[in-house]
C-alpha cells in the first residue's frame, strides 16, 4: 500500500513539474458575441429579462454575504442598502455590461428555460433553500420532458454559454455591490 502512495505522489510531482517551471500564461479573455459592438437595445433588453429569471439580485446577495467587513455594522449597512435597492434596478444595471459575454440568443433561451416549471425549481434549490446532503452516484430526477428538452442543440449551446459568463457575471455582480454600497441612501 505504501508503495502505492509513494508511486502515485512521485508521479504528481514528476507531472506538476513541468507547470512550475514554465511561466503561467495569461487567462483567455472572455470572447465577446460576435464584434465588439455595443449591443443592441433589444439585446440588453433580453440579458435584462435573463437576470430577472435568474433572481440576480439573490445572487448580489450571495456576493455581498461571500465578502469580508471591516466589522458587523458594516455589512448589515451594505445588507439594508441591498434591502433598498429594487431587483429591477440590479438587472437593469448588470444587463449593459453582461450583454458583452452574453449572446441575445443565449438569454432568451435560458430565460425561455428559466420559466419552465424545472429551471423554476433550480432557481429555488440555488437560492431559496437550505443545504443538502448529497451522497456520490445520486443524479436528480427528471421528467421525461424535461429530460428532451435539455438535449435541444440550442439549450445545450446557451447552457454552456451561459456557464463560460459565470465568472464574469460574478465579477460584474461584485462591481455592483461596491458601487451600491459607495452610494448614498
Same mark, same amino acid.
Request: net charge positive; aromatic share 6%.
Given at each position: 500500500?505504501?508503495?502505492? !502512495? ?12 513541468? @507547470? ?19 449591443? /443592441? ?14 433572481? !440576480? ?13 471591516? /466589522? ?7 445588507? @439594508? ?13 448588470? @444587463? ?24 423554476? &425549481? ?13 451522497? /456520490? ?21 446557451? /447552457? ?5 459568463? &459565470? ?19
Amino acid at each position: 500500500m505504501k508503495f502505492a !502512495v509513494h508511486t502515485v505522489l512521485g508521479l504528481s510531482l514528476v507531472l506538476a513539474a513541468p @507547470a512550475f517551471a514554465a511561466p503561467a500564461a495569461a487567462p483567455a479573455p472572455v470572447a465577446a458575441p460576435a464584434a465588439a459592438v455595443a449591443p /443592441s437595445a433589444a439585446h440588453v433588453k433580453a440579458v435584462q429579462d435573463l437576470l430577472g429569471a435568474m433572481q !440576480v439580485e439573490k445572487l448580489l446577495r450571495g456576493v455581498a454575504g461571500r465578502s469580508r467587513y471591516q /466589522s458587523a455594522a458594516q455589512r448589515q449597512a451594505v445588507f @439594508a442598502k441591498l434591502d433598498k435597492t429594487p431587483p429591477a434596478e440590479v438587472q437593469r444595471r448588470l @444587463a449593459g455590461p453582461l450583454a458583452q459575454v452574453i449572446s441575445a440568443e443565449t438569454a432568451t433561451e435560458m430565460t425561455r428555460f428559466y420559466q419552465t416549471p424545472y429551471g423554476k &425549481q433550480l432557481i429555488a434549490q440555488k437560492y431559496d433553500s437550505a443545504p443538502q446532503i448529497v451522497m /456520490s452516484g445520486m443524479k436528480p430526477v427528471l421528467a421525461p420532458e424535461e429530460k428532451k428538452e435539455r438535449k435541444r442543440a440550442a439549450y445545450v449551446k446557451a /447552457s454552456k454559454e451561459l456557464a463560460d459568463a &459565470q465568472p464574469a457575471i460574478e465579477r460584474e455582480a461584485f462591481q455592483l455591490l461596491q458601487m451600491i454600497n459607495k452610494e448614498k441612501r
